[in-house]
């Protein structure tokens, strides 16, 4: 008996332009002569699991670890091309040394200045002036990136010094990326630092800007450098000519062609991290700085933001405790009670 069901695809509300993702993904799926309907479902794989149906889940890799500790992931075959792909981003999807995930996008805590604005920061301590910070959304994203680097109490003065960058609660209570006004903020002149994605850049005024991934340590460089990385993997359920289908879907999302057309949507940039190392080359094209950020993305030391098999029970429970404790700092940049990490 013929399986004709659709492939249910779990992908994240916060994936690239989600609309342009999804319309894209099936006409090319159309192209290549599939005729299986699609079903795209929505979910905030932050903070909710998605349903144990889907044969396709989309999602950051900080829940990786949950994911497949919870059941919803398989091994993946080894049948997809991943040569051209930044060797960490495979490397780091693998849960007890089997691998889960291919690599989408990659996305990174980076600071943006204007050229004539540029201080040579090296690391968060180096800027001492107003500055636009999405920390309520992003707090624990900082917290694993300094704790990676301090692995001490000293973590708790990466939030001291950004609180004070801040300037006031009012702004750290309104800094989550739903009501983050960064981009105005940074526009307007009121911040010559941001502190935000590298997509940002399509939303600023054409200028010549200096584009560094954030260094939440005292030290000159990063001693252990952290990215988000989107990844898809196989449910657990399909089979058969089903499970063919969504190997084929895979590889049409790690496809150099499919990636560039994400990066340069309507023959604009989209200032996009893609995995693929090719897609480098043709970006720069548009605009050098991809040059450079091709070579921060480089080093096999690189890592990934991945939490562990309890992450949706304590990551953003752990953060709503580090932003109160932050939330009774005094005027004088002093912890009323020091946050409990």
């Not at 959304?137 to 003065?157: E, G, K, P, W």
């Not at 991934?213 to 005292?218: P, Q, Y």
Request: glycine share 4%; with cysteine.
């Amino acid at each position: 008996m013929t399986d004709n069901t659709a492939v249910r695809i779990y992908y994240y509300y916060d994936f690239t332009d989600t609309a342009h993702f999804c319309r894209r993904l099936e006409q090319r799926f159309r192209e290549t002569g599939h005729e299986r309907p699609l079903e795209f479902i929505n979910w905030n794989c932050y903070k909710q699991q998605p349903g144990m149906d889907g044969d396709i889940y989309i999602y950051d890799a900080i829940a990786l670890t949950a994911l497949v500790d919870k059941g919803y992931l398989s091994q993946l075959p080894e049948v997809i091309d991943t040569s051209d792909m930044f060797s960490w981003t495979i490397d780091k999807s693998k849960v007890k040394k089997k691998t889960y995930g291919v690599p989408l996008m990659v996305c990174a805590n980076t600071l943006i200045c204007r050229k004539k604005d540029d201080l040579n920061i090296k690391n968060i301590f180096d800027l001492h002036e107003r500055t636009a910070i999405p920390l309520k959304t992003m707090l624990m994203y900082y917290y694993i990136q300094a704790f990676c680097n301090y692995q001490n109490d000293s973590v708790h003065r990466v939030f001291e010094h950004l609180a004070e960058l801040m300037e006031g609660r009012e702004y750290m209570a309104g800094s989550s990326l739903d009501e983050y006004d960064g981009v105005r903020r940074f526009r307007s002149g009121e911040c010559r630092y941001f502190l935000g994605y590298t997509e940002s850049l399509r939303l600023f005024e054409p200028d010549d800007y200096i584009v560094r991934f954030a260094n939440f340590s005292e030290n000159a460089e990063d001693q252990m450098p952290l990215f988000m990385v989107d990844y898809a993997s196989l449910g657990k359920h399909a089979r058969g000519e089903k499970l063919l289908d969504c190997l084929d879907l895979l590889e049409i999302m790690t496809d150099e062609e499919f990636i560039f057309e994400l990066c340069m949507q309507e023959g604009r940039l989209q200032y996009m991290l893609p995995p693929c190392m090719r897609v480098y080359g043709r970006l720069a094209e548009m605009d050098p700085i991809y040059d450079q950020l091709y070579q921060l993305l480089l080093p096999e030391e690189n890592g990934v933001f991945r939490y562990g098999k309890s992450f949706y029970e304590d990551f953003y429970r752990k953060s709503d405790e580090i932003l109160e404790a932050l939330m009774l700092m005094d005027h004088e940049g002093k912890t009323e009670r020091r946050p409990k990490l």
